[in-house]
């Protein structure tokens, strides 16, 4: 059983985030919230994310798994208004799930979670941690396309720097310790380098909304880690990208 | 002889009204207003308009008929800004027809009418009438997209409905009886439903201007008529769309 | 040698109207400021832009050539808002001009010059000239939209005339003498006549800027110059671009 109502634009944060990596996602349902793991088709990227039930409108749950096709359900967020409440209710007799947005019912058929795996989210200890306003990253991505396919990023003792370098060009953008939300690393002059392909990481950026502060986790020659919360608070995403090893 | 102004936007209006339908169209004109008859090239929707003189800043014309290609109108509409006065004049020693716009002169080829036929619209007794704004049906159609190529709209003593069944999934829009500006119907509890061609009943409602209440005329697997004015109520319009016979 | 610094509007207008013609181009730069002469791939349409130190907010300069790649330039802007500072400098030992916005820094390696020719503006004494608000250009421009591949251009005594005739269908914008900022023809009832190229004249007009007064220097079966001033009058621009000879 899972009946919930849920603000159109915090459904619509959501997709974004999730769409960015899969088209069909298995969301699994309980009393305290909704969870869900996804990996790329590559598996280069995964994301996690934990939304309390605190994030709707109203929820009544039972523990249960929905599959759903997002392409699917952006259609029914065209049909609401910024503001606007949409209500959702699981037919388990005819495996559909039922949206409601004004007077308009739109009734959706369950993908089939079966065949889906749950990928397992790895537990990494990475040795630096920064605050950054999204934005800052939306501006490095800019200043790094058509340069390289590759970006890389770099924290140390001065602060946090995106960087890509081409044949010919280059670009950097710096942003300095004192500019940083927080930061935190190990004692001593390290740097802490990861290069990462440009398009998953500007998709990933793209999808966490304006204004975000995002947490991110960077070590060397490992994946990012970058955490943010959606829905004010009630929403937590976890996003991993794996490195380019540099041939250097 | 025709000599006539009229406000762009009002231009517009009529020329979005009839190029959802046919490129190339026959004015008959006369000194009362303008008046067209036009069937699309598949034979599955028509469309009837008659413009008042009133909706024209200033008219004179004798009996005649205009032969326009609607695409370079738009590109006369496309010189003018909301507000400015077009002017028309016929040239009938070179069979053009003369616009102004500012200090713009546009001399427009007429398209021979000889060979267009002056197809007759069918005089239907229809069993149901609704008066419904123009924005539910376009919510309606947004709701059907991408699950059906074909629509379905019922009226029954509830109200009005349009509702869309794909193989899998499904959308209605239900617009209750006193949501709708008024409602006629054969005493009894029978319903009237047909099922039309999504595309066909998208773009004659994507042509209505927003905020126009649109007369519904509809029975049981029979032709819709679509009736509403535009020009302050000095240009009428109907919309005739064959229904598709349901098979099951 | 060659550091300055530029409002991101100016370098924009620059590169606007310098790319409507060509990807690369060589700057002059010198201790007063920079200048470029470039011609279109088909030698059809030319530019001389001078440009004084005046237009940036901090200049210093040796005699030097650079050559770049206005599309890699474009990027650039995009990483500016309006407003911003845009900070070039020559990095002489690595071939780059080293641009900073912001916390950015993009480097940018610099196109070879040595095969670029140094086209040779020719002076031409034309007829007529008059002074017209860009706008109208445009909208004789739009009016002229298929109906035909030129335009014509004439000046004569009662004003300037845009026109454009098809194998059945014509266009006119006429701007009567008082509605011109300024005119000036030689004595008696002469006009001067010139067709040119549609789309060449079209993207030329495109690159100027809103609101500015274009000097029009037109003579009969002559190539004709458009002269106008951008960077608050710091800018000049001279255009010329090649008649079309009519057939006829």
Redesign the interface.
């Known amino acids: 059983m899972f009946k919930a109502e849920i603000k159109s634009d915090t459904l619509k944060g959501l997709v974004n985030i999730v769409s960015t990596l899969i088209d069909e996602v298995k969301f699994t349902v309980g009393p305290e919230g909704i969870s869900l793991k996804a990996v790329d088709p590559a598996h280069v990227a995964m994301v996690e994310v934990n939304i309390d039930a605190a994030a709707f409108e109203s929820y009544s749950a039972d523990e249960t798994t929905i599959g759903l096709d997002l392409d699917?359900v952006k259609?029914v967020l065209?049909?609401a208004s910024s503001g606007d409440i949409i209500s959702m209710e699981q037919d388990e007799d005819h495996g559909?799930l039922v949206f409601r947005v004004?007077?308009?019912?739109?009734?959706?058929?369950l993908v089939d979670t079966s065949g889906m795996s749950d990928p397992r989210f790895p537990q990494l200890s990475l040795s630096s941690k920064i605050d950054i306003l999204v934005e800052e990253l939306q501006?490095?991505i800019?200043?790094s396309?058509?340069i390289s396919d590759h970006i890389a990023l770099t924290v140390n003792s001065q602060g946090f720097e995106l960087s890509c370098e081409g044949d010919?060009?280059?670009?950097?953008?710096?942003?300095?310790k004192d500019?940083l939300k927080s930061m935190e690393l190990p004692d001593g002059d390290t740097a802490f380098r990861s290069l990462f392909p440009l398009d998953y990481f500007a998709n990933l950026v793209k999808a966490i909304p304006t204004g975000t502060t995002v947490g991110i986790e960077l070590d060397s020659d490992y994946p990012i880690k970058m955490n943010f919360s959606f829905a004010e608070g009630n929403g937590k995403v976890s996003y991993l990208l794996a490195p380019r090893i540099e041939s250097d």
Chains 1, 2, 3 share one sequence.
């Open positions: 699917k259609g065209k049909l559909k004004g007077n308009i019912t739109r009734r959706m058929h501006q490095g800019r200043a396309e058509s010919t060009d280059s670009a950097s953008l710096i942003v300095s500019k």
